[in-house]
């Protein structure tokens, strides 16, 4: 049976790097949480990332708002897997010449199996939030329903956008090829 692992940055090296919110060309910050919508996005130039902490550059990294930062090496890796819905958007990170991007996935699942999990909670009525009603408050120990995800490689739950989730052979590949800053919780 298929695998599927929550795609975490591994936030225990004390000598990495930290990206901060991304802004546009004129230093405006760019709206952060359209990275998570699983829809093709086109900007206006080329966002740019700065250091909030400098230090070692990472293969993958979450910017502010866990946003996914690859360098081209994990761009090449999937080009040569054939992964497909995903888009990886050029960036620039401050004091960094290497090509770097936004993985934006491109799919959303919903398949969240919340029997499974640690904890689920949804926002009610009294949290006094009409536009989040139903929706996943909490979701802690996620865990999937792999009959509802197909032959899905790259994804967000539905709900709870803000995992990122990959099929085993994608991790397995990651891990053979020595991409840093990468830490996989099976789902």
Known sequence: ???????????????????????????????????????????????????DVRGDPLDYCWAAFSIPVVHERVVQLFERMDVRDVQFIPVRIE?????????????IIQCIDDARCRRVEY?????????????YRVVSGLRI????????????????RVALIVSEDLKQAMDAEGITGTR????
């Not at 926002?123 to 929706?135: A, F, I, M, V």
């Not at 996989?184 to 789902?187: K, L």
């Open 95 to 107: 004091g960094n010449e290497e090509p770097c991007f936004i993985l934006n996935a491109l799919r």
């Open 145 to 160: 329903d792999l009959a509802k995800v197909g032959d899905a490689r790259v994804f967000r739950p539905w709900g709870w």
């Open 1 to 51: 049976m298929a695998r599927y692992f929550e795609l975490m940055d591994d936030r225990q090296s004390t000598s990495r790097w930290h990206l901060g919110v991304p802004v546009d060309e004129q230093g405006q910050e760019i709206d952060p949480w359209q990275f998570k919508h699983g829809r093709w996005i086109d900007l206006e130039g080329v966002p740019r990332f700065p250091l």
């Open 123 to 135: 926002w009610k009525p009294e949290d006094d939030r009409p536009d989040k009603l139903g929706q």
């Open 184 to 187: 996989f919780v099976e789902v």
